[in-house]
């Protein structure tokens, strides 16, 4: 008994419905693997990826359980960082500099600042570094590739949401001591700016943790990018006067991390919500994210012999 | 009937980098400047030299059949198992297999040093392609199977070497695929643990599951399979029951010796007061398969049969080159310890801390004697395989290195 073939063989594991396969045979299979060399032009294999989708979790858990095991104060990390730089922002940019916080009480601001650019930019340091840290998975087995980068950026998720508890602890603080905190409709878009700066760290992670196997000079220009982000990105730190004309202006409706800063910030204290950089940066965050899916998959199938 | 796996016209190019050292990963600037100045060069001169690892390779496995693949080192037996497992792609050519995979190139892939027994079954068992409620299921099995009850809270950084490898080949014996791909595990282990592994893996072939197993142990391949495929420089040199493939073989490679395996020395000298009966060693390194490596431990077991209390003692081992050049000596006359033969047998362990001997075929020689005589001496008593593992990939360097390995600076002045 022969098997119809496909007339066009799917590369990947290509599902066969059961009164399809081999009745016959004595395994009765409905996994059915064709192997060929690389087509140039290949699509993400979303449902193969679906499919292994408890493998990226535990990829994520795996990466946040050992980061906690191993550093001395484990989960404390993630909240004492934040806290931290907050600290320093309120004396040296608040108290030195006089920047305007456009009257929110200084912690508060940094702080809606400070935690998401970290999740922003811990999930792109990580998620740069993961294929090329993953190298001796990546020679041994098969799984599909992608969740390597993408469990890096679960697993800043995760610290986000611990470094979360400490906003939420200011924010009733702030609340108890009278300050007006009346969360409106607005606070529907927490997710949505969270979920926004998963995605491009998501996209631009993916893309760098790609180049980063061939190129292994990106290993080394990363943090010096990310930090020249973050002051690029004066949400975090800075009220603009309005005086900042046109071409300042621009720059920063066109920097998506600034009008996701600034939307989850507005979100959960209330203010104008940057509808234009908002729409911005949900476009870019899809590009991106479409982007560097589209370049991780036509590289990877040589990672395993270059990395 | 359809085959489990079909394999046809199957090849897989390596492109060698011939300046730069490592023939992977480049700088951005190296493209860069290869992109500018590519319409400059006058002709299309490569710097790479192509390497066909697997090269027309065209064979089929059917349902429940358990195929051994042998082979020299370099044949492209690993190459094979690596396109066959997805983790890279041929060059040309195409596989089809029908049925789920489990492949197995590693013991204890992922495991993470610092997670606990328990944790690394889950991590592990899920990159196996194992489902939560599957590894769940199965968890007291695969923790019976590895014999680790009492530690499994512990870190496995905590692990002996021989729990360490027992825990990662009980989840990986677990997997239950229809296909199971694997590389040489049942090297690793001590002897109790490797037949139970063998005894698993046959488990596995008399419920009708099919196995492709590589091996340099012909004795496993001879017990466990029922086909073998020979590889020879990339290509099928003869495939089919096992016996023929086996004595094909033997006939044509010389034998070689594996490490862990105990081997006898050859008879045909004197036998008259002590003697070396047999001897095995290995790296004590399980991701090298315990294979002998660059600056890495090699330890030897010998056994020397004695007829009378011989004292004292001294014993010399030499690792040689082809030309019987001797590289590395370890001789006891060098120790503080005095050493005594008792009649009958005896066995000496021999530990060099770190051989410094670049990935080759090096020989064995071994050396006995007391104070007056050499009661026994063999040159060549085996040839031993250096092999290719680092434990900091950075180093590994292609071509020819030297003999001998060390370390090195360059500065410019």
Redesign the interface.
């Known amino acids: 008994m022969s098997v119809a073939m496909h007339p066009k063989p799917n590369p990947e594991t290509a599902l066969i419905t059961a009164d399809e396969t081999l009745a016959a045979d004595p395994i009765p299979s409905i996994h059915r693997t064709v192997i060929e060399p690389t087509r140039s032009w290949e699509w993400v294999n979303w449902g193969e990826l679906w499919r292994y989708r408890e493998l990226l979790l535990f990829l994520a858990w795996r990466d946040v359980k050992v980061r906690y095991k191993q550093t001395l104060l484990g989960a404390a990390w993630a909240v004492l960082q934040p806290a931290m730089m907050m600290v320093v922002f309120v004396v040296f940019f608040g108290r030195l500099a006089g920047m305007s916080t456009n009257g929110i009480p200084q912690p508060l601001f940094f702080l809606t600042g400070v935690l998401p650019w970290f999740f922003f930019s811990s999930a792109l340091a990580n998620a740069a570094n993961s294929v090329v840290g993953s190298e001796r998975l990546i020679t041994k087995i098969y799984f599909p590739r992608l969740a390597v980068p993408f469990a890096t950026v679960l697993a800043a998720a995760v610290d986000f949401l611990v470094a979360g508890g400490l906003l939420l602890a200011v924010i009733v603080g702030y609340a108890i001591a009278g300050y007006p905190i009346a969360p409106g409709w607005q606070i529907l878009l927490v997710p949505i700016a969270v979920a926004l700066i998963g995605l491009t760290a998501a996209g631009l992670g993916t893309l760098l943790s790609a180049l980063n196997v061939a190129y292994r000079d990106f290993r080394y220009v990363i943090p010096f990018f990310i930090q020249l982000g973050m002051f690029a990105t004066p949400a975090i730190y800075m009220h603009p006067k309005g005086d900042e004309g046109p071409f300042v202006a621009a720059l920063l409706i066109l920097n998506p991390m600034n009008s996701l800063v600034e939307t989850f910030r507005v979100s959960l204290l209330g203010g104008q919500v940057p509808w234009t950089g908002l729409g911005i940066a949900a476009l870019a965050a899809v590009l991106l994210f479409l982007a560097g899916c589209f370049y991780f998959r036509k590289v990877e199938d040589r990672f395993a012999d270059i990395v | ?2 085959a ?1 796996i079909r394999v046809e016209g199957l090849g897989k190019r ?1 492109r060698l980098n011939r300046n730069a050292e490592r ?7 190296e ?1 860069l400047v290869d992109t500018i100045s590519a319409p400059f060069r006058r002709k299309k001169e490569s710097s790479t030299e192509d390497f066909w690892a697997l090269d027309d390779v065209s064979f089929e496995v059917q ?2 059949e358990v195929v051994g693949i042998i082979g020299r080192n370099g044949a492209g037996k690993s190459t094979l198992l ?20 489990g ?1 197995l ?2 013991v204890g ?2 495991f ?1 040093p ?2 606990t027994g328990r ?1 690394n079954i ?2 592990n068992g ?4 194992m ?2 409620k599957e590894i769940e299921r199965k968890f007291d099995e695969i923790v019976a199977f590895a014999e680790v009850e009492k530690f499994l809270d512990t ?1 496995v950084k905590r692990y002996s070497s021989g729990m360490y490898v027992r825990l990662a080949f009980a989840v990986a014996a677990h997997l239950e695929p ?1 296909i199971l791909i694997v590389d040489e595990v049942l090297a690793v282990g001590d002897a109790g643990f490797q037949k139970k592994c063998v005894g698993k893996m046959s488990d596995l072939a008399t419920i ?3 196995i492709l197993f590589v091996s340099h142990q012909m004795g496993a391949v001879q017990s466990l399979c029922t086909h073998a495929i020979m590889l020879n420089n990339g290509s099928v040199r003869s495939a089919g029951a096992k016996e023929t493939v086996i004595k094909n073989y033997l006939a044509e490679e010389h034998t070689e010796f594996v490490p862990e395996e105990w081997n006898t020395v050859n008879v045909g000298r004197s036998r008259d007061r002590a003697w070396f009966t047999g001897f095995s060693y290995k790296s004590s390194e399980p991701l090298a398969g315990n294979h002998l490596y660059p600056d890495g431990p090699a330890e030897f077991t010998l056994e020397i049969a004695a007829r009378e209390v011989i004292r004292p003692l001294y014993i010399s081992l030499s690792l040689l080159d082809r030309f019987d050049t001797p590289l590395v000596k370890a001789d006891s006359v060098r120790l503080p310890d005095r050493f005594q033969l008792r009649e009958g047998k005896n066995r000496f362990r021999l530990t060099i801390e770190s051989l410094h001997l670049n990935p080759g075929s090096y020989r064995l020689s071994l050396w006995l004697a007391n104070d007056i005589d050499v009661l026994d001496s063999v040159t060549g008593a085996a040839e031993l395989t250096v092999s290719g593992f680092s434990r900091t ?1 950075e180093l590994r360097q292609p071509g020819i290195m030297g003999t001998v390995t060390n370390r090195f600076n360059l500065k410019y002045d």
């Open positions: 009937m359809t489990a390596y023939a992977g990963y480049r700088t951005l600037r493209s349902p429940g690596k396109i066959l497992s997805r983790i890279t792609k041929p060059t040309k050519g195409r596989v089809e297999i029908n049925g789920r995979v492949s190139l590693e892939t992922g993470h610092e997670l944790e889950y991590l899920s990159i196996l392609g489902g939560r870190p229809e009708g599951r099919t990939p």
